[in-house]
């Protein structure tokens, strides 16, 4: 069974500029999550899709983060305009349900502002 | 919001020896998990536990559920070279599918 894909891989940007980063879940799971991982820390949750719905996206910060997922499947994060301290490693993770349901990773996007 | 605290930062440790690692929290989880995340890699799981008192092995890992529902614990026995990663706990509550990491033990193993 294949993994959850993430790409690209690297992503290098000057602060101010855009950047989006791609996620293909495992297919059939329902639920898609965004991580953030910031150097030494554990990934903290940015936003979770429920099929095509938005769960919970409290601790996306609004201002400059989005992402969708239109047809329940892949899903993008956008990152507008980009700030020095975004620079972290995004995860992506997908589970057959919410609750419960164990969680796979991808390997993520590294993302570095210079 | 909800943190972890996992204890140690990292270990140094000499091939064979048991090593053991911890995870609190001020609140109460209902399901904890132990994961182990490779450079350029995403966390992997190793054990999920569901229930308080739970006591859970896979291979030479033993993870327990805390009775206060607030802690959990991480043993590998005999390590290898290939243990070396960054071990998170997480834990999971009654709201929904977030989880909540700890900041992470790093293990390296000295052959």
């Known amino acids: 069974e294949a993994g959850v894909a993430q790409s690209p891989r690297y992503k290098i940007i000057e602060k101010r500029q855009s950047v989006a980063f791609w996620c293909n879940p495992i297919s059939g799971h329902a639920t898609l999550y965004w991580y953030q991982q910031i150097l030494g820390q554990g990934p903290k949750l940015l936003i979770q899709f429920q099929n095509n719905g938005v769960v919970d996206d409290s601790q996306l910060p609004k201002d400059r983060f989005s992402a969708e997922r239109l047809k329940g499947v892949d899903s993008t994060l956008k990152i507008q305009p980009a700030k020095l301290e975004d620079s972290a490693v995004y995860l992506c993770a997908s589970s057959l349900a919410s609750g419960l349901s164990i969680q796979y990773f991808g390997a993520g996007t590294r993302l570095s502002v210079l | 919001g909800q943190q972890l605290n996992q204890s140690p930062q990292s270990m140094f440790i000499q091939e064979g020896e048991d090593v053991s690692m911890n995870c609190t929290s001020s609140?109460?989880?209902?399901?904890w998990l132990w994961y182990k995340q490779e450079p350029g890699e995403g966390p992997v799981l190793l054990i999920a536990l569901y229930k308080a008192g739970e006591l859970t092995s896979n291979g030479r890992l033993t993870a327990q559920f805390g009775i206060t529902r607030k802690d959990s614990f991480l043993n590998i026995s005999a390590s290898i070279p290939s243990d070396v990663g960054i071990y998170f706990c997480?834990?999971?509550?009654?709201?929904?599918?977030?989880?909540?990491f700890g900041q992470g033990t790093e293990l390296s193993v000295k052959p």
């Open positions: 609140s109460i989880f209902n399901t």
């Open positions: 997480a834990g999971q509550n009654f709201q929904g599918g977030k989880l909540i």
